[in-house]
């Protein structure tokens, strides 16, 4: 599906820490970010926490080599970069969004309508949020769908709703999953995948950690990827790019 992947070396290894709290907004939170590059691709996957030297060996190694990391953050985003450069996201996409520039809410809330538009639930639609972003259940209110919640970090929405820790058993009664790619990083994706096709229930996932490795999975119980490799938009107050991926890459 590309280059031969010992052939491929990581150039840059870095780790971004951030944390946010939307103007008008009555929760904060923390993201930590591994991302590795590979020619002029980026891969990156979320983590709780990870030691900079971690990431700094990575730099000269190979894509070959980084696939038998012990820790599975090193190891997704060396094939999300991998991939990224295989299959760039600009020829590959169904369709590139532009997330304008604007304040770190202004952003929150477009890329979260765009999410929300590429699930496209109708209302009465009750959706599983796997990864709570307020700004997607805001449109998702919006359009009418209720939705289960889960975290792994728990707690309750902007709106005092309780988050769940198990996806899987707040999958009964849902018509759709929504889920973001940090499933990937956390081990949970595969176990909530395998059960929203045994269930039924098509999954659409936005993406920041593995966006390049998700749309490989179209057609196997997911039905959409809103995939948003570095730099994510809550980097930048300028314009940010997404890429919606309805088909899977072709080999």
């Known amino acids: 599906m590309g280059p031969d992947p010992a052939t491929c070396s990581v150039t840059v290894g870095f780790t971004t820490r951030q944390g946010a709290r939307h103007a008008t907004r ?25 030691a900079d030297d971690e990431v700094h060996d990575c730099v000269g190694a190979s894509v070959l080599d980084l696939l038998g990391h012990p ?20 020829l590959t ?16 809330m477009a890329r979260a309508q765009a999410v929300v538009d590429l699930l496209d639930p109708v209302p009465g639609d009750h959706v599983l949020v796997v990864g709570v972003v307020n ?42 999953v929504l889920a973001s790619g940090m499933t990937v990083g956390n081990g949970t994706f595969e176990p ?15 993406a920041q950690t593995a966006a390049a490795i998700l749309p490989w999975f179209i057609g196997s119980g997911v039905r959409a990827v809103s995939a948003e490799p570095y730099p994510f938009f809550w980097l930048d107050g300028g314009p940010t790019t997404i890429h919606h991926h309805t088909e899977r890459p072709s080999c």
């Open 71 to 90: 820790n599975p953050a090193i190891r997704t985003a060396a094939l999300d970069a991998y991939l990224a450069h295989a299959r760039p996201h600009h």
């Open 192 to 206: 909530l995948l395998a059960r929203a096709v045994a269930a039924g229930v098509p999954v659409v996932l936005f």
């Open 26 to 50: 009555g929760q904060s939170y923390r993201n930590t970010v591994v991302s590795l590059r590979v020619e002029e691709a980026v891969g990156s996957c979320a983590v709780e926490d990870i």
């Open 135 to 176: 700004s997607l259940l805001h449109h998702l209110r919006e359009r009418g769908a209720s939705y289960a919640a889960c975290d792994l970090k728990g707690g309750t929405t902007e709106w005092g709703e309780p988050v769940t820790t198990d996806a899987e058993s707040a999958l009964d009664g849902c018509d759709l």
């Open 93 to 108: 996409a169904t369709k590139s969004v532009t997330v304008g520039p604007g304040s770190s809410l202004a952003k929150s």
